[in-house]
């Protein structure tokens, strides 16, 4: 059944029982006027029973609908966030869509991207959100060097670490991994005021980072050394044949 079907239903419904609600209290206005037999007064009584579960049914029915219709929307924003990460190899808007991930569909107002540098345990501050006034320290300049536990840990085993605890204020540290190789991790520090906590439901969308833009930043970091170097073999070819 559609999401269009199943919402003409249920105003169908709520139709159904507003009528069966109206012909009911004129049922029990008429009892009182003229009175009715035992037996009449206790179908009636009945009838509100049953008309009353039939009420809890449709809020029932409303609260899976809209519950239905909230992650319908969440698998296409997560559907669109997959193809956009995976729609270029230039490295610089694949941080961009992260970005645009991490805002829109996980509510992060303070984050940060790092980047492992090849060759390197220390990871390069790719871009930062919201960090002007950092406190920490960690965050400050273009590099992270290490010190928050959290960060650390999931940059060590790739295991997604969530916050915060007693020794970092970092609410999630979610790594970027390909196969073995971690590449980076998205560090989120707060949330927007209307999101306070990350949840359940959240962690469909952090496996998603983890997983996709990983190997969107992988690709992206290859193609993007590859160009370079053919770009300089180019160059020395033009110059061999200009000599």
Request: aromatic share 4%.
């Amino acid at each position: 059944m559609s999401e269009s079907e199943a919402g003409g239903l249920l105003k169908e419904l709520d139709t159904t029982l507003d009528r069966a609600k109206d012909l009911l209290t004129t049922l029990s206005n008429r009892q009182d006027d003229a009175g009715l037999d035992e037996e009449s007064a206790a179908r009636i009584r009945d009838l509100e029973v049953r008309l009353d579960a039939r009420d809890r049914d449709r809020e029932e029915l409303t609260t899976r609908l809209v519950e239905a219709e909230h992650q319908l929307g969440r698998l296409m924003n997560l559907y669109v966030a997959t193809f956009q990460l995976h729609a270029t190899l230039d490295p610089t808007e694949v941080q961009a869509t992260i970005a645009e991930i991490a805002v829109d569909l996980l509510g992060a107002e303070r984050f940060a991207l790092l980047l492992r540098e090849e060759g390197s345990q220390d990871c390069e501050i790719a871009l930062a959100r919201g960090l002007e006034n950092d406190n920490s320290g960690l965050y400050e300049g273009d590099r992270y060097s290490g010190g928050d536990p959290l960060v650390d840990a999931a940059l060590d085993d790739g295991v997604l670490r969530m916050g915060p605890d007693e020794f970092s204020e970092v609410i999630a540290a979610v790594p970027l991994r390909v196969q073995d190789a971690i590449v980076g991790v998205l560090v989120v520090l707060k949330l927007f005021d209307h999101k306070s906590i990350l949840r359940a439901e959240d962690r469909d969308l952090l496996d998603l980072l983890a997983a996709h833009a990983a190997s969107a930043l992988f690709a992206a970091r290859v193609y993007s050394n590859t160009d370079r170097k053919l770009r300089t073999l180019e160059s020395l070819v033009q110059l061999v044949r200009s000599t």
